[in-house]
C-alpha cells in the first residue's frame, strides 16, 4: 500500500513539475534561477511524502503494540 500511493504522490509530483517547467519554458526571459514555484512543489511533495511514510509507520507501531504479550506466564504469550 505505501508503494503505491507513494509512487502515485511522485508522479503527481512529477507531472507538476514539468507542467510548471513546460510553462516556464515557453516565457522564459534568461536564466534567472530557480523560481519558488518549482520549490514551493518540490517542498509540499515531499512533505506529503513524510506524511504518508509517518502515517504507516504509526498504523504498524500501533498493531505491534498491541500485539505485546503482557501476561507473567511465557506459555501463554507463545499461543497467542
Same mark, same amino acid.
Given at each position: 500500500m505505501l508503494?503505491? $500511493?507513494a509512487a502515485r504522490l511522485l508522479l !503527481?509530483? !512529477?507531472s507538476l513539475?514539468? /507542467?510548471y517547467r513546460r510553462s516556464?519554458?515557453?516565457t522564459d526571459d534568461g536564466?534567472?534561477?530557480d523560481a519558488g514555484l518549482s520549490t514551493a $512543489? #518540490? /517542498?509540499v511533495g515531499l $512533505? !506529503? #511524502?513524510a506524511g504518508v511514510v509517518i502515517f504507516y509507520l504509526r498504523q504498524k507501531a500501533t498493531q505491534i503494540a498491541s500485539n505485546v504479550c503482557t501476561s507473567t506466564d511465557p506459555t501463554q504469550c507463545q499461543q497467542q
Open positions: 508503494r503505491a $500511493v !503527481l509530483h !512529477l513539475t514539468d /507542467a516556464r519554458d515557453r536564466d534567472r534561477g $512543489v #518540490i /517542498a $512533505v !506529503l #511524502i
